[in-house]
């Protein structure tokens, strides 16, 4: 028998489920007299492949249970909403009764030693407070990242401007310093609501039982030092902070059928280190003016790559929830542009494996938008990245990977986001074939010796989980 469930509650979105499931996976692994169940919300809008990862995932992980929340009716048409994140506040804040009945239905046959939320989540830590269920959150980006969001309230006192109104850089003790612009969208103007919700979660996290961050000591040192000190809330108290990663999945999706994907065949007819793969995530897209300085720049670099292309957003704001097209690569690119690089490149339409494809000896560079998952599957797979941030905290994870980390080169863009073709070529050749391309190669391959070795026995993180095990046992 279980010695309890532990309860799981992720945001919407596959990057938020993935690692959740994958944290899930890690306490099974070490600590098998726990079950596992997971808390899904019902969202009316395209999040990635979520329903067949979630199918597959209960097949091959019998002992993950996932509890689907029934669905919600929001208060708004999707189209009045000014963008996904106030759906998703929505969404959590709704489901709050649900999350009730799913707790209590739990705890009828199993004790819950712990409910583990995501930070979009925040709302339910009013239920498990009511139902005497200690909650910890789980922050699916990293420790630099909690760090910024953790001292959120300080920076709000210090101002009453907006941040993007403001000129001068934002000074957070343990981290590099950083521009107002590099702040996530939401937190750009304090009037909108999204910036309300934020700043309560900064202030929500002190009254949680422990942060647990997707992370581990090495890659984060300095910050996950500043956390344990509580240098983020001067007037308050930090959480214990448990670094439990790094939490990656591995793409399975052609292993379903047997087949491989036609560009790893690629990938084994090219040089060692030679090949930079481009991709951006689930949910990025770019326009199909940026796509076409795409691939101006990737044909100019003269360097062997491997590109994942999407359709550009829909035009029409009613469409922006639907799942994209498959891309008209004749349409979108260049003319000519496939044929002239067919020697040394390949193209991609919507979808690679891109854990398959970072591991491959192949590849040499990663051109990124700093998404945290994407971020750590380099890092395991010792590969160095040029960051091209899109969304998100990904901004700011620009910083720290250019310059705490030291694991990528910046992709500057112009004042309105756009990268011209001329960076593009400039990056990608100094990635591949430069000497502060070659250092960064080389310090992201001791990023990787030391992922094994916190995912190892008795490496950080699993001294971290057992930790936080321990924390869930009677006093």
Not at 155 to 180: A, C, R, V, W, Y
Not at 446 to 452: F, S
Request: overall charge negative.
């Amino acid at each position: 028998m279980a010695m309890g469930s532990i309860v799981l509650y992720p945001a919407p979105g596959m990057g938020h489920l993935v690692s959740m499931v994958e944290l899930g996976k890690f306490i099974l692994n070490h600590y098998p007299e726990y079950a596992i169940s997971i808390l899904t919300v019902n969202q009316p809008f395209n999040t990635g492949f979520t329903a067949a990862y979630i199918e597959r995932i209960s097949a091959s992980t019998p002992t993950i249970t996932f509890h689907p929340l029934p669905p919600i009716s929001l208060p708004l048409n999707l189209d009045s909403y000014p963008s996904m994140e106030a759906i998703v506040f929505d969404l959590i804040r709704l489901s709050n009764a649900h999350v009730h009945q799913a707790l209590h239905s739990i705890s009828l046959t199993n004790v819950i030693p712990a409910f583990i939320i995501d930070f979009f989540c925040t709302p339910a830590l009013s239920v498990a407070t009511e139902l005497n269920i200690p909650t910890y959150y789980f922050f699916t980006s990293g420790a630099n990242s909690l760090a910024f969001f953790l001292y959120l309230p300080i920076l709000h006192q210090s101002t009453s401007k907006n941040f993007k109104d403001l000129d001068e850089l934002l000074d957070i003790p343990g981290l590099p310093p950083i521009p107002p612009s590099e702040m996530p969208v939401p937190l750009l103007e304090r009037t909108k609501a999204s910036y309300a919700f934020f700043l309560d979660v900064a202030i929500q996290f002190q009254r949680s039982s422990g942060i647990l961050v997707n992370t581990f000591e090495s890659l984060e040192e300095k910050a996950l030092k500043s956390l344990s000190d509580g240098i983020y809330v001067p007037d308050g108290s930090t959480p214990p902070v448990f670094s439990l990663g790094p939490l990656i999945a591995s793409d399975d999706r052609q292993g379903e059928t047997g087949n491989v994907h036609e560009c790893l065949k690629w990938l084994d007819l090219q040089p060692s280190q030679s090949v930079v793969f481009l991709c951006f995530g689930s949910l990025g897209r770019f326009s199909a003016e940026q796509l076409i300085e795409i691939a101006i720049g990737l044909e100019r670099s003269e360097q062997r790559f491997l590109w994942v292309v999407r359709s550009p957003p829909f035009e029409d704001k009613s469409n922006r929830f639907l799942p994209p097209p498959l891309p008209d690569l004749d349409l979108l690119l260049p003319h000519g542009f496939l044929n002239r690089t067919k020697d040394r490149g390949f193209v991609v339409s919507s979808w690679a494996p891109q854990v398959d494809v970072l591991n491959h000896k192949s590849v040499g560079g990663f051109v990124t938008h700093c998404g945290w998952n994407s971020t750590l599957e380099a890092v395991c797979s010792g590969v160095p990245m040029v960051a091209w941030p899109l969304y998100a905290e990904q901004k700011i994870n620009r910083i720290f990977l250019v310059e705490e980390m030291k694991l990528a080169l910046p992709m500057n863009e112009t004042e309105g986001g756009f990268v011209k073709a001329a960076e593009i070529e400039k990056r990608v050749r100094e990635l591949m074939d430069s000497k502060g391309g070659k250092i960064i190669r080389e310090r992201a391959q001791k990023m990787k010796d030391e992922a094994e070795k916190a995912m190892g026995d008795g490496g950080s993180s699993c001294v971290a989980l057992a930790k936080l095990v321990d924390s869930w046992k009677p006093v």
